[in-house]
């Protein structure tokens, strides 16, 4: 059945691009609503509604923006990814800024956010998207793909020049359990090299090494190191299943990615949604016990430059 939160749950924090103080209250919301994003204190004191689908993403450089009307909300993918990985369907996001705050870089947050409150099944079903046949889109020299599965599965590879980087695998079915335990506490990444590019295209003006991994060319900056040793693909992983929460409903299938990213993930998305044979929508789906991360290498070939996730 479908879900909701318990009660409202709010969060404050910095927007990692914008530098700005940001709140966001977390609302329930009835059946068959979905996820919402309302935008307030907007110059024209209206209240501005952006849903959380694919159609309605309008940027997707170093982050996944949403927006519609003239208003927009970026950096969504934590959020979603928690509301996905512990089945919600049903919110309505207030924030009061141009993104929803970074946190500490990672989930972690959204997910105690719920936590605190707790979640509420409602009187409908829930649907899901299962995935009927391989739909793959090619961009630069990487990919994305869904294949068919019996069950929640990504398969995300990495391939960065920086050697603390390098290659990295991870592969797991995914639920809620999985999501706590490996992906959740996994932080948003970047190169020291980059950073005053960043800045003078108004980006990351407000990261810091208390939301995110900042790597130099021979060390990880932050004084704590990393919370995993392959951090990096964990938070791309994160990342993949947030951006592809924007579905509107849960995919059956596995997805398998390498050297992607948000605009490899939403274009994935949308040729799958587009492909009316590629998918069906069920309900009752069988379920399959989530297995442990299966890291192994060969999804793809060849290296390239620094990236902001």
Not at 195 to 212: F, K, M, P, T
Not at 246 to 252: Q, S
Request: glycine share 10%.
């Amino acid at each position: 059945m479908q879900t909701t939160l318990r009660q409202p749950t709010g969060l404050s924090g910095i927007g990692v691009h914008s530098g700005q103080a940001v709140s966001v209250t977390l609302n329930p919301a009835e059946a068959n609503s979905g996820i919402c994003f309302q935008r307030t204190g907007q110059d024209d004191s209206r209240r501005h509604v952006v849903a959380a689908d694919y159609r309605q993403v309008s940027g997707t450089k170093c982050c996944t923006t949403l927006g519609v009307n003239g208003a927009s909300v970026a950096v969504v993918e934590h959020l979603m990814a928690a509301f996905s990985a512990l089945e919600i369907d049903n919110v309505m996001v207030e924030v009061d800024g141009p993104e929803i705050p970074v946190m500490d870089g990672s989930a972690d947050a959204f997910i105690d956010a719920v936590d605190r409150v707790g979640v509420s099944t409602l009187a409908a079903p829930r649907r899901y998207i299962k995935v009927k046949k391989s739909v793959r889109v090619d961009v630069d020299t990487g990919f994305g793909e869904f294949r068919p599965y019996d069950g929640t599965r990504v398969e995300i590879e990495i391939d960065f020049a920086n050697q603390l980087v390098g290659r990295q695998t991870y592969a797991a079915d995914i639920d809620g359990e999985q999501f706590r335990k490996e992906l959740a506490r996994a932080r948003t990444f970047g190169f020291l090299a980059d950073v005053e590019g960043l800045w003078a295209r108004g980006l990351a003006l407000g990261a810091s090494l208390d939301n995110a991994v900042v790597v130099a060319e021979d060390r990880v900056v932050n004084p704590e190191g990393l919370r995993f040793t392959d951090e990096f693909v964990r938070h791309k992983a994160l990342d993949a299943i947030g951006d592809l929460a924007l579905a509107g409903a849960p995919i059956l299938g596995c997805y398998r990615s390498f050297k992607g990213g948000h605009h490899v993930n939403v274009q994935a998305l949308g040729a799958l949604l587009s492909d009316e044979s590629a998918f069906e929508m069920v309900e009752m789906p069988v379920r399959r016990e989530a297995g442990h991360a299966d890291l192994t290498a060969g999804l793809g070939v060849a290296a390239f430059g620094p990236d902001v996730s």
